[in-house]
């Protein structure tokens, strides 16, 4: 089975920032503010026109890395008021090893976030990430797509 972190990079012409909610918006840079930022920048990006620049793929190896790479990303580039992205996990399997289920797919994601906004909680810790394992029930799938962002 095969992950891979799809995104779309889009820019917008420069422009000063003087709302004091879209510089507050602007100013979340870590995953801990991951919440905000998804709450936050859609706003923030309906009011400007975005041309798509480039796309980029990443193969990981687990849902987990996707969907961390992705924040990282969207957390480090969220202070970027001409820069956006979009992106997606893809699942790949030869044999039916993809989920199906996209309510435990969230639900996974959610743990995932919780665990990067707070690394110290006692499922968190290395060596217990047992927790975002993925059960197929009895049957899988061989792809799957989720989007990550926007959620």
């Known amino acids: 089975m095969k992950w891979t972190l799809y995104l779309m990079l889009f820019t917008a012409p420069a422009a000063n920032v003087t709302d004091p909610a879209e510089q ?6 870590t995953v801990r503010n991951i919440d905000d930022i998804f709450k936050c920048r859609p706003d923030f990006e309906s009011k ?7 796309t980029s793929q990443f193969d990981v190896s687990t849902l987990e890395a996707c969907v961390e790479r992705q924040d990282q990303l969207i957390a480090s580039s969220n202070i970027a ?10 699942c790949d ?3 039916d090893e993809c989920p199906k289920d996209e309510n435990s797919i969230h639900k996974k994601v959610d743990d995932i976030r919780s665990c ?8 968190c810790k290395s ?3 047992k927790l975002f394992s993925l059960d197929l029930g009895t049957q899988g799938a061989k ?3 989720l989007r990550l962002y926007p959620p």
């Open 143 to 145: 792809s799957f797509s």
């Open 93 to 95: 399997a030869e044999k």
């Open 24 to 29: 507050q918006c602007l100013s979340y840079q």
């Open 48 to 54: 400007r026109i975005w041309s798509l620049q480039s």
């Open 127 to 129: 060596g217990q990430k």
């Open 81 to 90: 008021s001409t820069m956006t992205l979009r992106s997606w996990c893809f």
């Open 116 to 123: 990067e906004k707070n690394p110290d909680q006692k499922d």
